[in-house]
């Protein structure tokens, strides 16, 4: 039998996963008071921030297949919170990068994004990510139609990968974390296309 929390316990676990997720801006805060960023505390900032944007994104696309898994269904009502988490520390970092790095040059800005590689496919990331953190609300999803609203959500797949590319550009050397990164977004998205195959032959079937 499927593990069911009471309501009680499903608001302790949101409870957790909140200070789990906020566990990492947390230990940027003290490190920043304590002289803990490094010798280069923008590219510590930059580097963590971006970390945790990857991570949490990869937590939300497992969310699915762990409920197939397991049969917790409980567990989607976890996903919005740790995808707007996601969204949080992208801007975190896309902050870090216009403010500590840039200083707000928008023409140098521009001129970064055009000419280095891993910039480009990282700004193209949090650009498809704005308008799916834009619609994450229960209002938006009766505006846009639950079919709608799913079609753009698969975006996250998509942006997923650019944040892989974008980490694997960036550290050119030592790829040993993107590509754990890549190996956790190919099970990810081996798991989903499976279901999905699954599903198709289990209606052809069932209407043969």
Not at 41 to 52: A, D, Q
Not at 67 to 88: D, I
Request: proline residues 3%.
């Amino acid at each position: 039998m499927a593990f069911v929390p009471s309501d009680r316990a499903l608001s302790r676990i949101k409870v957790a996963v909140f200070a789990l997720a906020l566990a990492p801006l947390a230990r940027l805060v003290v490190a920043g008071f304590t002289g803990g960023l490094g010798v280069n505390p923008i590219e510590f900032i930059t580097r963590s921030t971006g970390t945790w944007t990857l991570s949490l994104l990869l937590v939300t696309l497992a969310v699915t297949p762990l409920r197939r898994v397991t049969g917790w269904h409980w567990v989607v009502r976890l996903r919005r919170m740790l995808g707007l988490f996601a969204f949080f520390y992208a801007c975190l970092h896309f902050t870090t990068y216009l403010w500590l790095d840039q200083f707000f040059d928008l023409a140098s800005i521009v001129k970064d994004i055009a000419k280095r590689p891993f910039i480009t496919v990282g700004f193209a990331a949090f650009v498809l990510l704005v308008p799916l953190a834009a619609t994450s609300t229960n209002g938006m999803i009766r505006r846009l139609g639950g079919r709608t609203w799913q079609r753009l959500h698969t975006l996250v797949y998509a942006i997923a990968a650019l944040g892989v590319v974008h980490y694997w550009w960036l550290v050119k050397k030592d790829v040993t974390q993107p590509m754990l990164f890549a190996a956790a977004l190919a099970v990810l998205l081996g798991a989903r296309i499976a279901y999905r195959l699954r599903r198709d032959g289990t209606r052809v079937a069932a209407g043969s």
